[in-house]
């Protein structure tokens, strides 16, 4: 086992095919644009196939195909290009079929900007397209965490036969940082209802579509209970002296290291602080901010490179029972350590320095 | 004792023993029938996967004996450059219809003939959305009236139908490319033989094959089944010529 130097992009592409996927099709977009390069190069290298897709809706149509015959299959883009790929995602959803999707996002609305940001929680979170449906969302924080994250994301994209995303942001993926690639076989799940050709059976079937509203509905509630389980088993949560907090910091990928930084300053002015960074964004790790006690923790800064997104989720969970806060920088700021340490003293009824 | 009946005209094997929900008259059977003759023919149903469009034929899958994915609208070709580059092994084919293919898929289509996706592209034009009920195509003819160009199509606003073929046949990567018409006994054996083609050649890893195949749509053009036939001799083969626009080892693009 070996650490090296690598940048988040192609770490990012180096664990999908140490995860065994071969199979790479997408669209160009800043800033992401290292991952297709490096698949493009690396591919074919491991008898493997890049296609550049003629638009980001051609390519996860791609990945739609390439899962459905039952091949591990990987795309990435930002922000503009993930919502081009929302008809692709919902119809993936619909079909059960297992993708892994990266975004590392950028400021918008609309083409926005090309700096780093948070502000697709509600996209990813929320399902992103049409119908009933959710992806999972793993959120990493560090280069070491978003090549582990990928690698897990083909399992668990298997395990539930549902898109995986994993919403990175234009740091991660900038980023170099030392990084080990962890040594296992790519994990093997058995396909018997991916479209191979028909020879010995009878013939597979892989769609989205069901005229009948009741076997619509079925389906529906088959797609909740998958939904359910993750919530069940596949949580992923890191939590930071939560023990005695009197303040708790929530956030997730990069702004969860500006808080690690902001905890250590608030520590050495006496503020007993914690920290909850959700690792799955969906599954949210509802219980971790349901067990926080009110009578310990005066209240919650949820921090974010958005105006409020994952804030909604920490009140929803934490039931009115603790003050929920929030801090965030938009368009591709990011928020820096001084700015959280400021908006806690200030919340605390603290001296604030200026 | 006389020999065993020997049938000369049966189900073939690629085709499900099944009713289908298409209007009377429509030629959709017959061009399922020809792509599963095909298969049978060639003895390619069990590598075969189908790729279904949005449109009449959303439910295609309901009527082949061979694997299938549906797509969304316009995204067969997307599908079937994933399928194909994941299954070398497997035998590829779309089949869309005018809206499907030449409006909301027109990118997907392009690009993957110009890939030279070694799949083969099924294209049913019959100049009319017939599933949301027969509103304009974008190779709905000059004139043609339908539930949204209620005065006929007029192209000064909208332009004029979008000859497929031709436009294809101009890529280079593309091996074979052909309108068929499917109006008489002696088209449809022609037709059965450029369907035949394009899969012989998709099996010999040729590249892109794409065999259009002028249709008709009684309910949406307002004709009964053999008025639609002749509408179909008269007006689209006008506008719409048959023949080979491209075959193997022309290199270049057909269309002169």
Redo the contacts between chains.
Sequence with gaps: MTRILMKGAEAVGEAAIKAGCR?F?GYPITPQNEIPEYMSRRLPQVGG?Y?Q???E???I???????????R?MTSSSSPGISLMQ??IS?IAG?ELPVVIINMVRGGPGLGGIQPAQSDYFQATRGGGHGDYFTMVLAPATVQEAVELVMDAFDLADKYRNPVLVLGDGIIGQMMEPVEFPEKEPARFEKPWA??????RE???????LLDPYALEEHNRKLQQKYERMKREDVRVETVDLEGAEVVLCAYGTTSRVCRTAMERLKEKGVRVGLIRPITLFPFPEKTVQALDPKKVKFILTVEMSLGQMVQDVKLFTEGRIPVHFFGRTGGVVPTPQEVVHEVLKHLGKEVEK | MSAPAKPIFQKPESLRDRPTHYCPGCTHGIAHRLVAEALDDLGLRERAVGVAPVGCSVLAYNYFNCDFQEAAHGRAPALATGIKRGRPDTIVFTYQGDGDLASIGMAEIIHAANRGEKITVVFINNAIYGMTGGQMAPTTLVGQKTTTSPYGRDPEQIGWPIRMAELISTLTAPVYVTRQALYTPQLVRKARKAVREAFRLQAEEKGFTFVELLSTCPTGWGLTPVEALEWGKEKMMDYFPLGEFKKPGEEEGGAK
């Design positions: 199979h099709f196939t296609v897709g003629e638009s809706v051609a390519s149509n791609m990945l739609f195909g390439c899962a459905g015959a039952g091949v299959v008809e692709g119809y079909a479209t191979t050709g028909c020879k010995g013939p597979n079937i892989v769609k989205s579509l």
